[in-house]
Nanobody, 117 residues
Framework: QVQLVESGGGLVQAGGSLRLSCAAS????????MGWYRQAPGKQRSLVAA???????NYADSVKGRFTISRDNAKNTVYLQMNSLKPEDTAVYYC???????????WGQGTQVTVSS
C-alpha cells in the first residue's frame, strides 16, 4: 500500500510562484513513476508533469518553461515548482504514483491551486 500526502497549494496572484510537495510512504520504489495531474471544474484530469519509470520527464505543453518537476528519492518526495502562474492554472492538483509492481495507480487527495488575476 502507498500513501501520498500533498501540500503547498494555495491562493496566489498571476505571475506568482508556488511549490507543491508530495510525500510518498509505504511500498515505494525508486522505479516508481511519480508526477502531478490537475483537474479544473468541468474539465478532465490531465498531466502536468511527471517522471516516468524510465527516468524521463513529461510536461504538458501549457506548462513547459514555467513548471519544473523534481524528485528527492531519499525522502520519497516529488515537488512541482510553479512559476509565472496564470489564472488558467487554477485547478485541483493531484499527486500520482504508478509502480511497475501495481496494476493501478495511487492518487493523493488533491490540493487546490487558485491563481487570481
Amino acid at each position: 500500500q502507498v500513501q501520498l500526502v500533498e501540500s503547498g497549494g494555495g491562493l496566489v496572484q498571476a505571475g506568482g510562484s508556488l511549490r507543491l510537495s508530495c510525500a510518498a510512504s509505504g511500498r515505494v520504489f525508486g522505479s516508481d513513476a511519480m508526477g502531478w495531474y490537475r483537474q479544473a471544474p468541468g474539465k478532465q484530469r490531465s498531466l502536468v508533469a511527471a517522471f516516468t519509470t524510465g527516468g524521463n520527464t513529461n510536461y504538458a505543453d501549457s506548462v513547459k518553461g514555467r513548471f519544473t518537476i523534481s524528485r528527492d528519492n531519499a525522502k520519497n518526495t516529488v515537488y512541482l515548482q510553479m512559476n509565472s502562474l496564470k489564472p488558467e492554472d487554477t485547478a485541483v492538483y493531484y499527486c500520482n504514483l504508478q509502480s511497475i509492481y501495481s496494476p493501478y495507480p495511487y492518487w493523493g487527495q488533491g490540493t487546490q491551486v487558485t491563481v487570481s488575476s
